[in-house]
Structures are given as C-alpha cells and as structure tokens.
C-alpha cells in the first residue's frame, strides 16, 4: 500500500491541543524526512523537518518513535515538528493575528534522509484552530475601552479574566481566546497603538484599565466577585499596578513580568510612578547585530529607581509569578523574589513563584514555535530573548496548566482576601 499520513484529530485541533501524527505504508526500516510548513497572515512561511526511520512493519508513529540527528529536533518528540518551526524571514515571531480562522498546517514524508528534499511519498493538511466551537467572541468599544471579549459556551457565569500583552501594542487576542475555550471569559484589553489609544508609549492611566476592569466586574456572564489578570512583560507591571490600585481584583498571574513600572509614566489620580531608568551603555551587541538588553534596566531597589517600584503590598489578591530563567528581555526572576520579598515584609501571603530552566522571555501557549531574537519596538533593533527550544517548549505547556489551575482555584467558590476591597 502507498504511504500515508494519519493523524489524530483528523482534520482539525485546537493549537494548545497535542497532534498525534503517525505514517503508514513504508518499507520495512525506511528512511524518510518528514517536513512541516505553515503561513502565517502576512505570507511568511515557519518550516521544521525531522529524520526518522520507520519500524520492521513500515509504521513510524512520533508517540514511539525518536527522530534522529540532522533535523530540526532530535530524540522522542511527537510534537518537535510543530514547536520546531522556524520562520524563513530572520527575526520573525509567529503570532495569530484572527483568531477566528485556523493556521494551515502542511505534512510531507520525504524519502531519505539527504540535504535536499527527497521524492514526496505523502501529504497531508491539517488546521490548527483558535476558536473552539460555541466560544463567542465580542468586540468591546464601551467608553474608551478597546478590547475583545470571548464567553465560553454555556449560559454562564463565567470565571472573568483581562488579558494583557508587552510592549507590541495592538490587541493580540489568541491566548484570551485559547482560554476563553478552557471556561474563561477573557477580556484582551488593547492599551496603545490600536484604533484611537495612543500611538506610542509614553504614559499610561490607570483609571482607562478601571474601566475595563468596572465593564468585567458589571458583565452578567462574569462571575464574581472579583476578577483575574493576565500579563506578560509589559503587560505584566500594569497588571501589578492594577492589582495594587484598583478594587475588585482577586488574582494576579504574570509572565516574565517586572514589579517596577518599565517604559512609560503611569498615573492614577494624584499618584505617579515613573519608569524604571534605563542605561543604553549595558547594551550588549554582538557580531549578529542582536542586542541583549538584560542588563540595560537600573535596579529598582537603589537609589530614585525605587520611586518605581510598584507598590504590590497594597494589593489584595493572590499572586502567581511565572519565570523564564533565561529571559534575556529582563531579570523576570530578580523581579519575582523582590516582590515576593516585598508582598512578605508587609505581613501579606507569599506569590507562588514557578521557575523555568531554559525558557526564555515569550513563554506563549503550548506549540508556539520559541522566538530567539526579533525587533523590540522600543530599541528599534533584533533583541535576544533567550530560551532553548525543547525547554522552553515545555516550558509553555506546563505553564499553561499551572495559570489556569491558579485562576480555577481563585476565581471559583469564595475566593478569599477580597472581601475587604468589594
């Protein structure tokens, strides 16, 4: 019988659900590459190729069976051919820019094991979809609120969550999207650059994230009586000073984020915090041109840089720090112990802190492709966010499980800690 691919769902999954990917029809012990493409929005093609040999029977099942060197990956990965892609353009990061239609995933099995593509035995499409079924996914133009907000199926309530992304701008939506499918309604909340927001970054108000907030804790499908947020770098000290200034808050979790205030003012009322100084002279640049900007922020705990250390301890809800111990973007785990530190000196609850060897700065859903390097809009040149791929890719995966476990544990039932600020 001719070779053929099988795979498992069969024509369509969700892009932070596992694929099992299987060949039939080979010979026995056969060689044979087999290749992944996919394009993103914009027409740049991601591809990732492995090495494997078939089995006595002709069968090659990646659950069982390892690839061998001289691929994008090596060892027992059933899922390398997905977080193994790897964008053609340099400096590129794959990214879902609608949600509501599924990224193209195409297979080949190629013969042999040469440097250039052998005969095509097989192929095969597959789409990796954002949006599971019944998930409803409403804009949001309340006030001066810009924001997207997706309600599971169901009559609800719901869990509520704000979703915040770094320094980018825009209103990324896929991982409020992949959580609104898991019982979450999410709320990704642009904050600039998008439609009328500020093009650029030079200050913040918090009484805009308050409206967003007010518009969730008011929202019938929202479940009281607080609410979570979510932010990852930038988006993770505005996240810090929400939690600290504004009431009904009751969960807290950040990725890679900082507890100092970084890259713009932010004022509420008649309080400032400015941003954490910046010293160009430790950039580091290297003969690739890519900078590594890890030491380039001040230390918030000397000198007037602690006028931007974010003042946590006012916060009344739970904390979750996830970190990548080698995110190259910031000190994410010198800012976690600070804050813990913090939160603790003032008599308040210790944040978990869950650290992750190898994973760089974008720790993003399961099977996104790790993004070494790319443009960092405020250097306006390829930075370096570390990470090494195969950790970083689980990395991802567990802490997807752990973010959702903390937001189930607070967010359902009585959560405790808020009552004094509801």
Same mark, same amino acid.
């Given at each position: 019988m001719a070779p053929s691919i099988r795979l498992s769902p069969a024509a369509?999954?969700?892009?932070?659900? !596992?694929?099992?990917? @299987?060949?039939?029809?080979?010979?026995?012990?056969?060689?044979?590459?087999l290749r992944t493409s996919l394009r993103d929005e914009t027409g740049e093609l991601f591809q990732a190729? %492995?090495?494997?040999?078939?089995?006595?029977?002709?069968?090659?099942?990646?659950?069982?069976? !390892? @690839?061998?060197p001289g691929g994008s990956f090596s060892g027992l990965e059933p899922m390398g051919l997905l977080w193994a892609l790897q964008p053609q353009k340099p400096f590129w990061r794959l990214v879902k820019r609608d949600v509501q239609s599924p990224f193209l995933l195409q297979l080949e099995v190629l013969e042999g094991h040469g440097e250039r593509p052998g005969r095509l035995l097989a192929q095969a499409q597959h789409e990796r979809a954002f949006l599971r079924d019944g998930v409803r996914r409403v804009p /949001?133009?309340? =006030?001066?609120?810009? %924001?997207?907000?997706?309600?599971?199926?169901?009559?609800?309530?719901?869990? =509520?969550?704000?979703?915040?992304?770094?320094?980018?701008?825009?209103? !990324?939506?896929?991982?409020?999207?992949?959580?609104?499918n898991h019982g979450f309604a999410v709320l990704a909340l642009a904050f600039y650059s998008y439609?009328?927001?500020?093009?650029?970054?030079?200050?913040?108000?918090?009484e805009y994230f308050e409206e967003a907030v007010n518009y969730m804790l008011q929202h019938t499908q929202v479940k009281g009586p607080g609410i979570g947020l979510l932010g990852h770098s930038k988006g993770g000290d505005l996240c810090i000073s929400m939690a600290s200034f504004l009431k009904g808050i009751t @969960?807290?979790?950040?990725?890679?984020?900082?507890?100092?205030? /970084?890259?713009? /003012?932010?004022?509420?009322?008649?309080?400032?915090?400015? !941003?954490?100084?910046?010293?160009?002279k430790r950039i580091k640049v290297g003969k690739s041109g890519i900078a590594d900007i890890i030491d380039a922020l001040n230390n918030p705990l000397e000198g007037p840089d602690q006028q931007s250390f974010i003042p946590l301890e006012k916060a009344e809800c739970c904390f979750l720090f996830i970190v990548g111990q080698d995110d190259h973007n910031w000190k994410s785990e010198f800012f976690? /112990?600070? =804050?813990?530190?913090?939160?603790?000196?003032?008599g308040k609850e210790k944040p978990e802190i869950v650290c992750y060897p190898g994973a760089g700065h974008y720790i993003e859903p399961p099977f996104f492709p790790m993004c070494a390097a790319s443009m960092h809009l405020l250097f306006g040149k390829p930075v370096m966010w570390g990470g090494e791929p195969k950790a970083h890719c689980e990395a991802q995966i567990d802490a997807w499980q752990q973010i959702q476990a903390f937001f189930r544990k607070h967010l359902t039932g009585k959560p405790s800690g808020t009552s004094s600020k509801l």
């Open positions: 369509r999954s969700l892009f932070d659900e !596992p694929l099992a990917i @299987a060949v039939q029809g080979l010979g026995p012990r056969q060689q044979v590459t190729s %492995a090495r494997y040999q078939a089995g006595d029977d002709g069968q090659l099942d990646l659950a069982r069976c !390892p @690839a061998l /949001v133009r309340e =006030g001066r609120i810009r %924001a997207t907000l997706f309600l599971p199926p169901g009559s609800g309530p719901f869990p =509520g969550i704000i979703d915040l992304y770094g320094t980018g701008g825009g209103l !990324p939506e896929y991982r409020a999207c992949l959580l609104a439609e009328d927001l500020p093009k650029g970054m030079k200050e913040f108000h918090l @969960a807290t979790a950040l990725i890679n984020g900082s507890v100092a205030n /970084v890259g713009a /003012v932010l004022r509420y009322k008649d309080i400032t915090i400015p !941003p954490l100084g910046i010293n160009p976690a /112990v600070e =804050g813990s530190k913090r939160l603790q000196a003032h």
